[in-house]
């Protein structure tokens, strides 16, 4: 089971992403072996709220697209379930790098969806051999969905 603490805080109407947020993360999950209750933190933020979020904890002052922060404590349960951390996206900077990329909204923030997820369970990008992990993870779970590149 997946829980995702979902929280929107732009004028972008976006509940219609949960049910494919949720299918994501159900099964990266079973890639990664996690059994049990998983909960998430999703929160859909605005430009300002993302650039003030990377000032203050990654000393970089400029707007992102996601930014995830995985929970210290590993993989431990606390209250019957395990909690990978929180995860932020831009919401309007999905839609500009949509545009700019020439797919959809809808790809786009699946996109920042599974990459955020990813962090969370603890992969990164920032070697070669890490990058190679992690995007081919990212392509085969964008694959798994049908969600056109």
């Known amino acids: 089971m997946v829980q995702i603490n979902y929280q929107n805080q732009t004028s972008y109407k976006m509940e219609e992403y949960?049910?494919?947020?949720n299918k994501i993360a159900k099964y990266t999950l079973k890639q990664f072996d996690i059994k049990g209750k998983v909960?998430?933190?999703?929160t859909l933020v605005s430009k300002n709220t993302i650039r003030e979020i990377n000032k203050t904890y990654r000393k970089i002052d400029k707007v992102t697209d996601v930014i995830s922060f995985e929970n210290d404590e590993g993989f431990e349960k606390y209250d019957?379930?395990?909690?990978?951390?929180?995860?932020?996206?831009?919401?309007?900077k999905a839609k500009s790098q949509a545009k700019a990329y020439g797919h959809s909204m809808y790809r786009e923030v699946c996109f920042l969806f599974v990459h955020g997820l990813l962090h969370l369970l603890k992969m990164d990008h920032m070697n070669?051999?890490?990058a190679?992990?992690?995007?081919k993870m990212q392509d085969d779970i964008m694959d798994h969905f049908k969600i056109v590149r």
């Open 132 to 135: 190679k992990k992690m995007f």
């Open 18 to 21: 949960l049910p494919i947020f």
């Open 80 to 92: 019957g379930f395990i909690t990978l951390g929180d995860l932020f996206i831009c919401v309007s």
């Open 128 to 130: 070669e051999e890490d």
């Open 39 to 42: 909960e998430v933190s999703l």
